[in-house]
Nanobody, 115 residues
Framework: QVQLVESGGGLVQPGGSLRLSCAAS????????MGWYRQAPGKQRELVAF???????NYTDTVKGRFTNSRDNTKNMVYLQMNSLRPQDTAVYYC?????????WGQGTQVTVYS
């Protein structure tokens, strides 16, 4: 069974930084598109960033220039470096793995940006 385990969430003030990590197991990691979704209270889940198996990375407009998604295919890890955090970044962040139309999800990690 595929496992995705996130870590690195927490509390941070506006302008601060956090780094999320996701450890994947039981998948051929290099073949998967790896990324992050987030869901804020009362809102729909949204795609934040992803890196394809070919190494291309995409971001939603609201995080461009502030967040960096990276992957280490030797360690089966994906990371989301989040800088210049804003209160509106507060959400549960989920690691995802996609292969064709099959999606796997982690359990989520809470990120709270407070004044």
């Amino acid at each position: 069974q595929v496992q995705l385990v996130e870590s690195g969430g927490g509390l941070v003030q506006p302008g601060g930084s956090l780094r999320l990590s996701c450890a994947a197991s039981r998948i051929t990691f290099k073949n998967y598109r790896m990324g992050w979704y987030r869901q804020a209270p009362g809102k729909q889940r949204e795609l934040v960033a992803f890196s394809t198996s070919g190494g291309n990375t995409n971001y939603t407009d609201t995080v461009k220039g502030r967040f960096t998604n990276s992957r280490d295919n030797t360690k089966n890890m994906v990371y989301l470096q989040m800088n210049s955090l804003r209160p509106q970044d507060t959400a549960v962040y989920y690691c995802t793995a996609r292969f064709f139309v099959t999606d796997y999800w982690g359990q989520g990690t809470q990120v709270t940006v407070y004044s």
